[in-house]
């Protein structure tokens, strides 16, 4: 009862705070008031799209306040994470599609194997001996590229190999390197699920990206 009462009283509560052009920011509050909702809008909502603001204003009241909510913060964060994949989904159909169709065709080329996880490599370069742990850190030269050959990372042009844990990176690397030997080198096409899955990472790798990557093994350390 008390959750319908309060929910009966919002709206009323709304049309007071609504916002026109003749706003004026009097008070330090005002402007910290205003300035928290802008950042909201800008760094917050853009992710989402449409919202209704009006139950949105209701969460953030009921939440702010500690007045009972008509869902707890872990049933709201799992609603927020479907409900962005679901927008991904659909925003990045098309390049999910299009990597599902490129790791088809790649699969029947001569000399790809593909893995168990879905993982698919050829060898660039043969060579024999120790292979790395998933454990271990191992040096590495390597370029990472788009499916339309966009060059998102690469060691070559920065002039010098990198070094790091194989049981940090992204699972295509952790398995695919594990597969070699100093001196072999392979080029790897991992999909989505095994690179940045649904999210990316940062602005150069978007959701759904299957990446390609050309991959030196030069030491285990």
Known sequence: MNKIRMLMAIPALLMTVSVSAQTTLSTD???????????????????????????????????????DTLMDVSEAGRVLSEYQQKMNEQKFA????????????????????VTESGLQYSVVTEAEGAKPKATDSVTVHYRGTLLDG?????????????????????????????LMSIGNKFKFVIPYQLAYGERGAGNSIGPFETLIFEVELLKIN
Do not use: C
Not at 37 to 48: A, D, F, H, S, T
Not at 158 to 177: D, K, M, Q, S
């Open 29 to 67: 509050k005002d402007k910290f008031s205003y300035g928290l909702g802008m950042m909201i809008g800008e760094r917050v909502l853009k992710q989402y799209g449409e919202v209704d603001y009006q139950i949105l204003l209701q969460g953030i009241i009921a939440q702010h306040q500690g007045k």
């Open 94 to 113: 098309d390049t999910k599609s299009k990597g599902e169709a490129f790791l088809a065709s790649n699969a029947g080329l001569e000399g790809v194997t």
């Open 150 to 178: 966009t060059e998102f990372d690469s060691s070559y042009s920065r002039g010098e190999p990198a070094t790091f844990p194989l049981n940090g990176v992204i699972p295509g690397w952790t398995e695919g390197v594990q």
